[in-house]
């Protein structure tokens, strides 16, 4: 299950803080680490000081330009966020994070992905968007922000204690039907966008917010993989019923 975890880094300036997530991690026993456009040389003497012996992630993690690569196969995303956001989107508690995770991950093929912005700026709100939910470490609300590396152990360590609490359980019966995924979800909305905008009913220069409030209730509803193929149809068919325009 722990091997199935991605911790995903945004955008991180600081090399320090990506050995202390590694050492974070390696503690925890997680090892997949994925780091989007990182900000700094992500292996440098820092790096390696503050990893203490768990330098051995950094060289294995995966670094890609877009959070997008970076999740693509994942079937659960989840941003951790130091502070709410304009459009309110379902929330999580690091404890409940942790025990929905060997339900979440009980078919092989998922994979969870928990991501963490950059130090001086957080999680952009369309990097949130992409989110199934956001979770938020509870802290002193007159100081909120926790060290990005210490984030990430808190987070890591809620996994740990529902993976050794799952190990007494009877093992689950994954899933029937696979869930989609984060890749299979972003064509859906970039398929659905596309049809609301040639059925006159999206105006992309007055979103009002409408691709926001879409995704948030698809998000929320976990579609299976085949689930959403039948949307993407009935957008197919949609879309061949639309005159196209002569400028097209
Ligand atoms: N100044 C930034 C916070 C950056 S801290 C802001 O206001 O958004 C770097 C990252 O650590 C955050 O993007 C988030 O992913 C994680 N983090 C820090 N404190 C957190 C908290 N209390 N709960 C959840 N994630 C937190």
């Keep these: 299950m722990l091997e199935r975890i991605r911790i995903v880094l ?22 997949d680490l994925a780091l989007v456009a990182p900000r700094c040389e992500p292996l440098t003497a820092d790096t390696v000081s503050r990893a203490s012996g768990a330098d ?7 670094t890609v330009e877009t959070l997008e ?14 502070r709410s956001r304009t459009l309110p989107w379902p929330m999580i508690t690091p404890r409940a994070l942790g025990e929905r995770l060997p339900e979440e991950l009980a078919a092989p093929e998922s994979r969870v992905a928990l991501v963490f912005g950059r130090e001086d700026s957080g999680l ?22 926790l060290n990005l590396a210490a984030a990430v152990q808190v987070l890591a360590y809620e ?11 009877e093992p689950q019966a994954p899933a029937e039907q696979p869930l989609a995924s984060h890749e299979e979800l972003e064509h859906y909305f970039a398929h659905l966008e596309r049809t609301l905008v040639a059925i ?4 992309p220069a007055t979103p009002r917010q409408l ?34 325009r002569e400028d097209d």
């Design 10 to 31: 945004i955008g991180t300036s600081h090399p320090g803080n990506i050995g202390g997530t590694a050492r974070a991690m390696h503690n925890m026993g997680l090892t």
């Design 200 to 203: 006159g009913f999206h105006d």
């Design 124 to 145: 952009t709100n369309a990097e949130l968007q992409r989110c199934h939910a956001h979770v938020h470490i509870p802290t002193n609300p007159d100081f909120s922000s």
């Design 159 to 169: 996994c740990r204690l529902a993976w050794l609490d799952h190990q007494a359980d």
């Design 211 to 244: 691709m926001a409030r879409l995704r948030r209730f698809t998000l929320r509803a976990r579609p299976e993989r085949m689930e959403l193929n039948i949307l993407r149809g009935i957008l197919s068919y949609t879309e061949r019923l639309v005159p196209r």
């Design 69 to 82: 690569e970076a999740v693509a196969d994942c079937t659960l995303v989840v941003g951790a966020s130091a």
């Design 56 to 62: 051995a992630l950094v060289h294995g993690a995966h």
